[in-house]
């Protein structure tokens, strides 16, 4: 496959809104906005959520894809639904089937580079009952007072480090990454933060789920991120029960060697909280879902630092100096690298993971649900 990554690659949220906006349009597709009622993006401009769908608004079968839920992450997202909608097969979908495109279901994250939500919410860490008592992660207040240092010197970021290297020891690394990865509920300023209340995207995805979906019988669902994996490889994270019918169905999709035994960064898989997953299947009620979050992989392990980075330029940076664009570029960088190499590889995989849910979806094998 020949791929040119600028067709489907932009600068910011402007342009890829401008470039998803106009190839759906080529399509014949159906778009609907969802604009925040009160934020904007850094120049004063509107705050939306795209969505389009291609196909028929009552298929049994419906395809639903997800850009920008991590606002850092969002321009891959974006490039990978651009990227499907140009390639050939989406001119042909299958009988029955359609697709709705979700456009930077976190506008905000995306159009001021930041990995959160207005609120410094991780928005997949967000879909828990609120009314509950929170996920409890005790491990998170050892690590807590050293993430965020004054300034961002390398000698200030020894304290992390070694705030790391001692849970590392006490506990190893599996534990210290699920303490990180998995959410906490107690640290407003903190990474993995699921909030305390529905965020705007949270609520808007209901609606959303509400508006198109209304009428599909069963539903596939790729949330496109990146900084899990080796460099421009996809990494499937899927949720769907592993012992059941329903994840059976996503190996018979996407393969068992994607699907079965992942490791992210060779460590167990974190207890994660809250996903976008999570909020979707309790939307859909009854109806079957098969679906995963699809990573590309950057820098390993190393991801670790950029989200410090994050959380470094939100709280505490100075502004628009010299050295912060510099680390600003560097964060971006981590998620969505500039480097063609990385856009290219994964444009490619992006088309072809798409495919393949569509033809699984059209080829649904389980039985209608009960
Ligand atoms: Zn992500």
Partial sequence: MMIDFTESFALDYAGARTKFRATAAELGGALSEYRHPTLRTPDGQDLVVDVVRLGDAAAPSQLIVISGTHGLEGLSGSAAQVAWMKSAPARALPPHLSVLLVHAINPYGFAW??????????????F???EAPHPANPGYATLYPDLVPDDWTPAALQAYTGALDRFRAAHGDDALFNVLASGQYDFPNGNNFGGVAREWSNVTLEKIVADHLGQAERVGFIDWHTGIGGWAEAFFLCFNDENGPLHAEAVRW??????????????????????????LTKFLGRRPMVGAVVEFGTRGVHVRRALQLDLWLK????????RVQLLRADLHDCFVPVSANWREQTTEQAISITQQAIDGLATWSLAAAA
């Fill in 254 to 279: 996407w393969g068992k060697e994607r699907l079965i035994g992942q490791r992210p960064h060779n460590m167990a898989r974190p207890n994660y909280q809250g996903l976008v997953f999570h909020g």
């Fill in 113 to 126: 580079g930041t990995r959160t939500t207005e609120n410094n919410v991780d928005l997949n860490r967000n």
């Fill in 315 to 322: 709280f505490k940076a100075e502004r628009d100096s010299e």
């Fill in 128 to 130: 828990v009952d609120h």
